[in-house]
Structure formats: structure tokens, C-alpha cells
């Protein structure tokens, strides 16, 4: 069967019910790089959640020398083989499929044996540049009869792969290596298999000391990169049962573990993880394909790189995904239950997501990349991170007018106890809240914001604290006002020497009792002795206004006409010099009469001269008052007498 470019780069081959693995031309006849590889990783050959858990396996060798029959036997799979008959197959390519009941791929590379046919070697070196650099083991696949043949096509590209395998692993030189798996085909028998090793390691040799060695690495030796196996296969047509036994026991030495000979070491591995191989495998072709400077280290970093991303990518979608509905809430101002742990567990999650996969992946760009989506995620998360202390400042604030509202309204209250309790309670509040919303692997704090609720905490309290003085300092002197009309009315309206003295005696007993009362409700303000000071000097002098006004009152002009006419009434009397008694009163209430050993402790200041209140009546108004009063007593006096008069005449 000749496999032409145009036919389909994939097909199933089912035979008789026997249904086998699908295989993929990855690399076609025009040097193209199949667009399958990764739906075939994962969709036909289930090896991309595998990890590490994947070997692959390519052979080299001359065309027709049963590579691909063997490939078929050993591994189940479904290569072309040329009939008997059929022209020679010219095809290049490489196709790839996965061993039956194993976790291996397998490549089957064709045309590489272009010296053979006297074509350049373009295609050889370029897939044996591919091979190594994707596979663990390299199946050498030739006749016995080619054996010992140095110049032979086999060891042109041999040397080939050695001079490829330098410019791959160079920078890699450690413990990493490949298999050399050398298949004697058609091994008849008469020469010992370890003559035939012996042969071929010493042509190796040879090869490997022709082989021109870049700087640095001039002693290097074969066994630095290689390991090498060597078994012989009977012949195919001849002895089909011993080539089908032979061939059985060689499957085993690749599906077994345990086989003394197991071909897969771990330090075979390329160390591509099988969800990323296709990217890897593209990204090597294309280096090839571009004829660019080719190292695995790099380009496993190139790898870790894009496939992170990827993976990074797909885990923030996610991640956005679960924390939509945060958004709306906290910007209405809500303060959200379980947010904290909520975000941590998405947010986990993601990352947990991303380490799942990208962990298998160059060390330090999986590092650097990691750092790289938690910082993103913590972004992202900080912006509901911050809406929530905001709330959250609001809602303490809230909590703490309301508290302090509430206990107000009772009548027995210390202010400093309710600013206290309210205050614990708000930044209790707060700080459970916003401890709650600081996630691990973060430096997210919340000092300044606490610090601001404080503030603005105090200049609530310190702005209700001045209100409720104010009100405090009415109600004592209402209280005040209302003990002054009652007691000081009384003597107003008994005039007599001993007024003032009593007056004032009364005003300061009253005073000092409410002076009293205020120190003690100031205590539960936590007032300081220089507010106390203020309060006092303050009420002083209020009090003072108060019973001067209650005095202004008393002698106002109408209030006090009567008080005279009453008094004149009563006595109805004139002096020797015929000034009516009532008079009298006029200098009596005109000076607010101050006992020498009286101190009223009353202060003066710009908008009150305590000696200036003294004066009740000033003399002007004395005169007023007199002139307008002897006027009415006069009158009043005439009329009386013309009534008695008038009663006599009768
Ligand atoms: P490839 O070109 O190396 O992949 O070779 P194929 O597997 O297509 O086989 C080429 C021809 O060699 C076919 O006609 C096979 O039947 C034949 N062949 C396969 N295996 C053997 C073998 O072990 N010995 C011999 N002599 N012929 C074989
Ligand atoms: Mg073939």
C-alpha cells in the first residue's frame, strides 16, 4: 500500500472486529505539523491526564527492513506495512499511534534512509532531531547482515542522530538519557548476539570519536547520553512461530515493570508532561522546520511557559466565574456572610487547579507563574475585599450611633459607660469582620481603616458628648429657674431691708445645689477639671442673668407702679417732707444690695461686669418712676379727699 500526501492523515484500519488505536500522521509528506495531535492525546489515545505516566518509542532504520511490522507486533499498532508486491514506498512522514494496552506512543518514522537512494539528508536529520528530543527510546532497527558494515546507511545515521543528540542535550548534560534499542532482524544465529553487540558498540565507538564536539564538551562520551540494548529477532518468513514467540517476549521487556530488562528508566523521560506534548511537539518541529538553535532545556521552558498560561487561563476562568455575585451586593453597601472563607475557597481552588497541572511543568516558570496567578486572583479579590471594610466601617459606625442612641433615651445613664459599651461593641464588630476577610497568602491589613473607624468613632462621641452637656446644663437650669421664681418671687414681693440679704443667701444655696448636680452628671462625661472650671464659671454667670431678669421683671415699669401703689395703698402715708412711704421702695430695689460678707463667687467677663448688674433701677428711671408715681398718689390722694368731702356735705 503506498500512502500518498493526500490521503486522510489519520484512519482506524479496524481489522475483523479487532479494533486497534487510531493513528495519526503528525508530521505528513510536506513537512507539515499535524493539527490533531492534541484532540488525539486526548479524545482517541486517553493519555493527556497522564502526566509523566507516558513513555514514547521511535524507530529509525533503512526502509523496508520490517520497522513498521515490528512496531505492529511489539505494540499492537497499525502502521502500513509494504506488501511483498508493491512498488517501494517513497512517503516521508512520521505517524504516531498509541501501543495497545500500554501507556506508550509509539512513532513510526519513515524516509530516513534517503542516503540509500542518494537523496540530501534533509528529512533524516530532521526527524532524528524530532525523535530525540521527544523520545525515551530509539528502536535501530537493522539487518543482521548490515552489522559491522560501518559506511552502511545505518551508521550515516547514527551519526547523524549523535551530532543532533549534542546540540539537544548540551545544556541538559546530566542524568538524562536515551535508549538505544538495536533490533537484529533476521538473526540467524550462527554469530552470537554478543558478538554482534560487540561489533556494533565498537562501531559506535568509532562514530561517536568522529563526531565533531562542541566547546567544552571535547571528552565527553557516548555513555554520558546513551544507554544501549542489543537483541535479535528470527526471521520473519522463515520462522514465523519463533519470530511470533521472539516478538512476544521482546513486548514484554516494554509493558512490564518488573522485566529485568525494562526498557523505560526514568531518567529516559523528556520530562513533557502528556498535556503539553502537543505544544511541545509542534514547538520542537517548528524550531526544526525553522532551521532555529535547538535545546531542550529552553525549549521545556518555552513549554512550561505557554501551557502555565494555559492552564492559568483556564483556572481564572473558573475562578471569575464563582465570584460574579459578589460584586452587586457589596457595592449596595452589604456586608456578606462567609465572604472570607468563600473567597479563600475560590480562590484556593483555582490555584489548587492550576498547581494540579502546571506543577509537572519547568520548575522555576511553574514558580514564577503560580506567583503570577495568586497575585492575580488576590487582585481581583481585593477590590471586594476592600467594598466590605468599607461596609463594614459603615455598619460599625451605624451600630454605634444606634447603641448609644438607645441608651440615651433612658434617664439614668453615665455617658462615658454607653460611649464605652458602644464603642467596644462597633470595633468588635469591625475588626471580627475584617479579620475574617484577610486571606492567607496576602498582605492585605486593615490598620488604617480600623484606626479611621476610631476617629471617626470619637468625633461622634466627642459631638454627642457636647450635645448631652448642652442638654444636661438646660435641664439644671430650668431646674434653677424654676426653684428661683418660687422662692425669690416671695421676698420680691415683700419688700423689706432684708431682702437682698435673703434674696442672695436663697440664689447661692440654690446655685450651690445645682453647681452640685452638675459636677456629678460632668464626671459621667469624663470631663476634665478645666471643662468642670468652664461649666461652672458658665452657670454662674447664667444663673446670675436668670435672677436678674427675675428681678428685671419684678421692677419693670407697670409691675412696679403697682407694687408702689399697693404699698400705698396699704400704709397711705406721707412723710414730714409729704413724699408719699411708698417711695421708699424705689432706692430699696434699686441696688441689688450685696452683704460685706457675702462672696457670690459671680464671674465678670467681656459680655458681663458682675458689679454693673447691681444697679436694678438707674437713677434716671428712679426719677421716672418717682415723678410718674407722686403724679398717680397725688390724683389718687385729691380724689380720696374730695370723696370724704363730698360724703360730709351730704
Ligand atoms: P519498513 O519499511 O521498515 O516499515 O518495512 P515493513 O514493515 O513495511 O516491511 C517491509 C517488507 O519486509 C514487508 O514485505 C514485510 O513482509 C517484510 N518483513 C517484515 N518483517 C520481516 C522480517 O523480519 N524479515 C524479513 N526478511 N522480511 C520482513
Ligand atoms: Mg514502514
Not at 163 to 187: C, M, P, S, W, Y
Not at 264 to 272: A, D, E, G, Q, W
Not at 435 to 447: C, G, R
Amino acid at each position: 500500500m503506498t500512502v500518498g500526501p493526500n490521503q486522510t492523515a489519520s484512519d482506524t484500519n479496524a481489522v475483523n472486529g479487532n479494533q486497534k488505536l487510531p493513528r495519526l500522521q503528525i508530521i505528513d509528506g510536506n513537512q507539515n505539523f499535524s493539527k490533531d495531535l492534541q484532540r488525539f492525546m486526548k479524545d482517541e489515545w486517553h493519555l493527556a491526564e497522564h502526566g509523566f505516566n507516558y513513555n514514547l518509542v521511535a524507530v529509525f532504520g533503512s526502509q523496508s527492513t520490517g520497522k513498521s511490522t515490528l512496531l505492529n507486533r511489539l505494540f499492537g499498532t497499525d502502521f502500513d506495512v509494504m506488501s511483498e508486491t508493491a512498488r517501494r514506498q517513497t512517503t516521508k512522514g512520521i505517524w504516531m499511534s498509541r501501543g495497545k494496552d500500554m501507556d506508550v506512543l509509539i512513532m513510526d518514522v519513515e524516509g530516513t534512509d534517503g542516503r540509500e537512494r542518494g537523496e540530501d539528508q534533509d528529512f533524516e536529520r530532521k526527524s532524528a532531531l524530532f525523535s530525540m528530543a521527544t523520545s525515551n527510546v530509539i528502536i535501530v532497527n537493522l539487518w543482521e547482515h548490515q552489522v559491522g558494515l560501518y559506511n552502511g546507511a545505518n551508521m550515516g545515521l547514527l551519526k547523524t542522530v549523535f551530532e543532533v543528540n549534542l546540540q539537544l542535550f548540551q545544556a541538559a548534560r546530566g542524568k538524562e538519557k536515551t535508549l538505544l534499542f538495536f533490533v537484529i532482524r533476521d538473526h540467524v544465529g550462527t554469530t552470537p548476539l554478543a558478538n554482534l553487540s560487540a561489533t556494533l558498540t565498537a562501531d559506535l565507538e568509532r562514530i561517536w570519536d568522529g563526531v565533531a564536539k562542541p566547546e567544552g564538551l571535547e571528552s565527553c562520551k557516548i555513555s554520558d547520553y546513551f544507554d544501549t540494548m542489543f537483541t535479535g529477532l528470527p526471521h520473519k518468513v522463515l520462522l514465523p512461530e519463533k519470530f511470533d514467540q521472539e516478538a512476544l517476549k521482546l513486548r514484554d521487556r516494554f509493558t512490564n515493570p518488573n522485566h529485568k530488562d525494562f526498557v523505560f528508566k526514568p531518567n529516559y523521560s523528556k520530562r513533557v508532561p502528556a498535556d503539553g506534548f502537543h505544544v511541545y511537539a509542534e514547538g520542537i518541529w517548528d524550531q526544526i522546520m525553522a532551521n532555529k538553535d535547538l535545546d531542550l532545556p529552553t525549549q521545556q521552558e518555552l513549554l512550561a511557559q505557554y501551557r502555565c498560561d494555559e492552564i492559568a487561563g483556564v483556572a481564572f476562568e473558573a475562578f471569575s466565574a464563582k465570584i460574579k455575585g459578589f460584586r452587586q451586593p457589596i457595592e449596595s453597601g452589604k456586608v456578606l456572610e462567609d465572604l472570607g472563607p468563600q473567597m479563600e475557597e475560590i480562590r484556593n481552588t483555582a490555584i489548587k487547579h492550576f498547581d494540579k497541572d502546571a506543577s509537572r511543568y519547568h520548575a522555576e516558570v511553574y514558580k514564577r507563574k503560580r506567583a503570577e496567578i495568586l497575585n492575580k486572583t488576590n487582585s481581583t479579590l481585593h477590590v471586594f475585599y476592600l467594598g466590605q471594610l468599607k461596609n463594614l466601617t459603615k455598619k460599625a459606625l451605624t451600630t454605634f450611633k444606634t447603641i448609644v442612641q438607645e441608651r440615651l433615651k433612658g434617664d439614668k445613664y453615665d455617658f462615658a459607660e454607653v460611649v464605652q459599651e458602644a464603642r467596644q461593641k462597633s470595633e468588635g464588630l469591625f475588626l471580627e469582620g475584617a479579620k475574617a476577610i484577610v486571606l492567607t497568602e496576602t498582605d492585605w491589613a486593615f490598620d488604617e481603616d480600623y484606626s479611621q473607624l476610631q476617629e471617626e468613632i470619637s468625633e461622634i462621641a466627642a459631638r454627642s458628648r457636647v450635645e448631652e452637656t448642652k442638654k444636661m446644663v438646660k435641664a439644671l437650669e430650668k431646674s434653677f429657674e424654676n426653684q428661683v421664681n418660687e422662692h425669690i418671687g416671695l421676698y420680691l414681693n415683700k419688700p423689706s431691708p432684708e431682702m437682698w440679704s435673703k434674696i442672695l443667701t436663697k440664689y447661692k444655696s440654690i446655685r450651690d445645689g445645682i453647681e452640685d448636680q452638675l459636677l456629678k452628671k460632668a464626671k459621667s462625661f469624663n470631663s476634665t477639671e478645666e471643662e468642670n472650671a468652664q461649666t461652672i464659671h458658665n452657670f454662674r454667670k447664667r444663673s446670675w442673668q436668670m435672677l436678674r431678669k427675675k428681678i428685671d421683671d419684678e421692677v419693670a415699669d407697670n409691675v412696679f407702679l403697682l407694687k408702689l401703689r399697693e404699698r400705698f395703698e396699704e400704709k397711705f402715708r406721707y412723710d414730714d417732707a409729704g413724699v408719699p412711704k411708698a417711695l421708699q421702695l424705689i432706692p430699696l430695689f434699686a441696688q441689688v444690695e450685696l452683704p460685706s460678707d457675702m462672696d457670690l463667687g459671680v464671674p465678670s467677663d467681656e459680655e458681663m461686669n458682675f458689679e454693673e448688674t447691681l444697679v436694678v433701677i438707674s437713677e434716671t428711671r428712679q426719677h421716672d418712676l418717682t415723678t410718674r408715681f407722686k403724679r398717680e398718689s397725688d390724683a389718687f390722694y385729691l380724689e380720696a379727699k374730695r370723696s370724704v368731702v363730698a360724703t360730709q356735705a351730704r
